[in-house]
């Protein structure tokens, strides 16, 4: 699952932030180069230096267990062997048919004249428009939705569908395109945030997402809290507001349908017990649909289609625009041109109907105890002996993952430059520093967007440049390293888009580091040197009296692992294991001490007391 940095929200075992009044919120075979920096970066989680610096980090408080793959089970229900779009095709006229609750506004829910209408409802319109095909919405319960998925009766289920740890193993999930929350609500004049309920008495409505959330939430905080259980939301809302609670746990949009414009006097607790990821479920390995489906979806991402759906079910008075989730758009999105249906004798292509799955999991040599074959590490270090900070933080992952996998890692040789095409080649089991993209999507799937690379901006000291916008004012004379062919031609482009005409912008180009330093900083003939950041910001590190660097990443491309194609168990595990890397905090420290490019991305948590998709806790 992908996501976007500007969007995302992290699940806490701590109170976040939801202010207002009902308002959202991897035997290297290359040398001992390498295996010294592996071994090093094995104990980076607890000795992690900056460039040039070593210091002592203090352990986390919550180390959650160590994930590892179960033993292998016999499984429970029928494989597929063919996608559902097979079935969309063989329905006259091609019809998706979407399973979904009748009474989830505002997100799907049937109207009084039959129609479906709600935020989900609407992304699933503008996804079947896309394909061009008919839509039909069938009302589900909790009882038979599962069912009507594994018959084939419907093609995919949406209301809310969390994307969870408690989740069946038959599911897999499109990318996340919305996080619920599970709050509190009090009386407006009841002081504090969600922790200051420690010793109160709170209301929940039994067998609700907001028990099993306020359960975990206030064990991890160790709060002494008296429950009372409601069998209906209207008891629990009436006890409130009679003060024989001080607070309502439940579904954050459930009590925005039910308090907003009816009952005065209350308002949300900051904090959040629980945040839910939301997304359409489907069965697993049906590689194709879901494929297809996060296509889609980040087409109407590009389009501002999702925009404007989110516009009108979540306006930004209701939900500030920082809080909404829009999947991650991947390069080259208009390069898979095919389609879902196609008419005979036509050039069109379309999606396969086959299922494509691996001979065995990567999970099997994880099991086995087989080393972990891992393209994408390599990079031999620069003529100064020092290793690249992408080639660190990227190892440090890697050997952390495994350590967590009780692993060992072999690290492919020669595939540095080339980890898509060796995993694509059944050279390796996983890939890191990969860019997703299209061009090539069904050789493998990306997983776990942890990083991003651009551009950067470097100035002398005191200089008023901050942006292209700067430039409008003095000479515009830009530098650039002369082994970086693009790097100007994006300089260009952005300082026209901000209205610098294009005969005045100079280049310059630099043949080395230090060139670059003396025309920016002492002969000043270049107003700024634009170029990677990777390479950008270790030259402003060396020269930190003489130059410094804007604040802007520009050109932003993303970097993510890759996992061999229809993998799910594997490519669930390594989506897992970052994301309890970011709870315990262990990823966002390698960040600041080994990456130190801007904050550390935002990651959306799993949320569940059980394991994600069938893969167990130990520890």
């Not at 779009?85 to 399973?99: D, F, K, S």
């Not at 006097?265 to 390995?285: C, H, K, N, Q, W």
């Not at 090539?440 to 776990?448: A, H, I, L, M």
Request: hydrophobic share 40%; proline share 6%.
């Amino acid at each position: 699952m992908n996501f976007s940095t500007d969007s995302t929200i992290s699940d806490q075992t701590t109170a976040g932030k939801t202010k207002g009044t009902l308002r959202s919120p991897l035997s290297n075979r290359r040398g001992s180069f390498l295996i010294l920096v592996g071994a090093m970066l094995l104990l980076s989680f607890l000795w992690v230096g900056g460039v040039g610096a070593v210091t002592q980090q203090p352990a986390p408080t919550l180390v959650p267990p160590t994930l590892v793959p179960p033993p292998p089970t016999a499984t429970p229900y029928p494989a597929i062997s063919r996608t559902a779009l097979a079935r969309i095709r063989e329905r006259t006229p091609a019809t998706l048919v979407v399973g979904t609750p009748a009474n989830r506004l505002p997100f799907a829910a049937i109207t009084d004249t039959g129609d479906y209408e709600g935020f989900e409802a609407d992304i699933l319109r503008a996804i079947a428009e896309d394909w061009g095909i008919r839509l039909e919405f069938r009302q589900v319960t909790k009882k038979d939705a599962y069912g009507l998925l594994q018959a084939g009766t419907i093609d995919v289920l949406i209301g809310g569908q969390i994307i969870s740890r408690d989740a069946p193993d038959f599911l897999d999930f499109s990318d996340p395109y919305f996080v619920n929350r599970q709050v509190a609500l009090a009386m407006a004049d009841t002081p504090g945030d969600v922790l200051s309920l420690n010793g109160q008495i709170v209301g929940v409505v039994v067998g609700s997402a907001g028990e099993a959330a306020f359960g975990g939430f206030s064990l991890a905080n160790g709060m002494n809290v008296t429950v009372n259980r409601y069998a209906m939301m209207d008891d629990a809302i009436r006890a409130l507001g009679a003060r024989e609670i001080t607070a309502l746990v439940g579904d954050r949009w459930d009590l925005d349908q039910r308090v907003r414009g009816k009952i005065e006097g209350v308002r949300l607790m900051d904090g959040t017990f629980r945040s839910e990821p939301y997304g359409i479920a489907m069965l697993r390995y049906d590689d194709h649909l879901r494929t297809l489906i996060n296509r889609t979806l980040q087409r109407l991402v590009k389009s501002d289609r999702l925009k404007q759906i989110f516009d009108r079910w979540f306006p930004p008075d209701l939900m500030p625009s920082e809080d909404r989730v829009y999947p991650l758009v991947w390069a080259d999105l208009d390069a898979d041109t095919r389609a879902v249906n196609c008419a005979p004798g036509g050039e069109c292509q379309a999606f396969p109907v086959d299922i494509v799955r691996p001979a065995r999991s990567v999970i099997e040599i994880i099991q086995t105890g087989g080393a972990l074959r891992v393209a994408g590490l390599g990079e031999p270090p620069d003529a100064r002996g020092t290793v690249s900070i992408l080639e660190t933080f990227n190892a440090a992952l890697i050997y952390e993952m495994a350590r967590r996998w009780g692993v060992g890692v072999m690290i492919v040789p020669g595939a540095h430059a080339t980890a898509e095409d060796a995993l694509a080649s059944g050279n390796a089991d996983l890939a890191i520093n990969v860019k997703p993209h299209w061009g090539t999507v069904d050789r493998v799937d990306f997983v776990g967007w942890y990083a991003e690379r651009g551009y950067r901006m470097l100035v002398r000291v005191g200089s008023p440049v901050e942006n292209f916008g700067s430039l409008r004012l003095g000479k515009r004379v830009i530098g650039t390293f002369a082994d970086d062919s693009g790097a100007f031609e994006i300089a260009r482009r952005l300082a026209i888009s901000v209205g610098i005409p294009e005969q005045t912008i100079q280049h310059i180009p630099f043949t080395s580091d230090e060139q670059a330093i003396r025309e920016v900083f002492e002969t000043q003939n270049a107003r700024v040197l634009f170029g990677d950041a990777l390479r950008i910001i270790p030259l402003a590190e060396r020269n930190k009296p003489y130059v410094q660097l804007t604040k802007t990443l520009y050109e932003k491309s993303p970097l993510t692992f890759a996992v061999p194609r229809n993998d799910v168990p594997f490519r669930i595990l390594v989506e897992a294991t970052l994301q309890e890397m970011y709870r315990d905090g262990t990823y966002q420290r390698l960040w600041r001490d080994l990456w130190g490019m801007d904050e550390p991305l935002k990651m959306i948590i799993m949320p569940g007391t059980g394991t994600p998709f069938g893969i167990r806790a130990v520890g």
